[in-house]
């Protein structure tokens, strides 16, 4: 059983700050790449911020140096720093991760998504 869970969203006013936490949980497992995901309603899902194991990371240009994606691999936990906020980035905000299982047989590598958190910025 995989769990992406997912905290810190809420509502906010144009030009302030929130940030998101996701932590995975799995049996016996490694995470590679991970990544912040939105969709705003009546629009497609779109990437936000992504991240390496090794820390290389990539943004949409609608973000670029106003968000931070991070991660602590010793937790299982990646970040978005969310800063300058608009109300364009209201949004359900969605954790993925790609996780190798070693408790299945063959070891499976695919992608894992949370549950989404709710993010509201007021103009």
């Known amino acids: 059983q995989v769990q992406l869970v997912e905290s810190g969203g809420g509502l906010v006013q144009a030009g302030g700050s929130l940030r998101l936490s996701c932590a995975a949980s799995?049996?016996?497992?490694?995470?590679?790449?991970m990544a912040w995901y939105r969709q705003a309603p009546g629009k497609q899902r779109e990437l936000v911020a992504g991240i390496t194991r090794r820390g290389s990371t990539n943004y949409a240009d609608s973000v670029k140096g106003r968000f931070t994606i991070s991660r602590n691999n010793a937790k299982n936990t990646v970040y978005l720093q969310m800063n300058s906020l608009e109300p364009e980035d209201t949004a359900v905000y969605y954790c993925n991760a790609q996780l190798t299982r070693y408790d299945l047989h063959p070891a499976t590598t695919r992608h894992y998504w949370g549950q989404g958190t709710q993010v509201t910025v007021s103009s």
């Open positions: 799995a049996s016996i497992f490694s995470i590679n790449d």
